[in-house]
Nanobody, 123 residues
Framework: QVQLVESGGGLVQAGGSLKLSCAASARTFSTYAMGWFRQAPGKEREFVAAINWSGGTRYYADSVKGRFTISRDNAKYTVYLEMNSLKPADTAVYHC????????????????WGQGTQVTVSS
């Protein structure tokens, strides 16, 4: 069982930046691929980014490529999502996810989810 707790969300103006964190409970954190999803009001949850256990492989949704960066610190059991050049369209609840591989996460096949953190980008 892996518990995931997100933090770092908030209100930011368009063009601004935020860095989300997701702290995991499991000592086996370093064996999991990690990822981020988001869900805007009235929309389906969508994949944002994923990273493999070592950090050497990363996948991004086309909508965030070049603006968002996923990273992880296995010593701190934490995965991050650095978001730059934010747009109002990025407004959503951002959820952390854990699974065996980044491809699985990208496909939406996720074993563990966090509760989410709200990101609001004003125009």
């Amino acid at each position: 069982q892996v518990q995931l707790v997100e933090s770092g969300g908030g209100l930011v103006q368009a063009g601004g930046s935020l860095k989300l964190s997701c702290a995991a409970s499991a000592r086996t954190f370093s064996t999991y691929a990690m990822g981020w999803f988001r869900q805007a009001p009235g929309k389906e949850r969508e994949f944002v980014a994923a990273i493999n256990w070592s950090g050497g492989t990363r996948y991004y949704a086309d909508s965030v490529k070049g603006r968002f960066t996923i990273s992880r610190d296995n010593a701190k059991y934490t995965v991050y999502l650095e978001m730059n050049s934010l747009k109002p369209a990025d407004t959503a609840v951002y959820h952390c996810a854990a699974d065996v591989s980044p491809r699985s996460i990208q496909a939406g096949a996720v074993d563990y989810w966090g509760q989410g953190t709200q990101v609001t980008v004003s125009s």
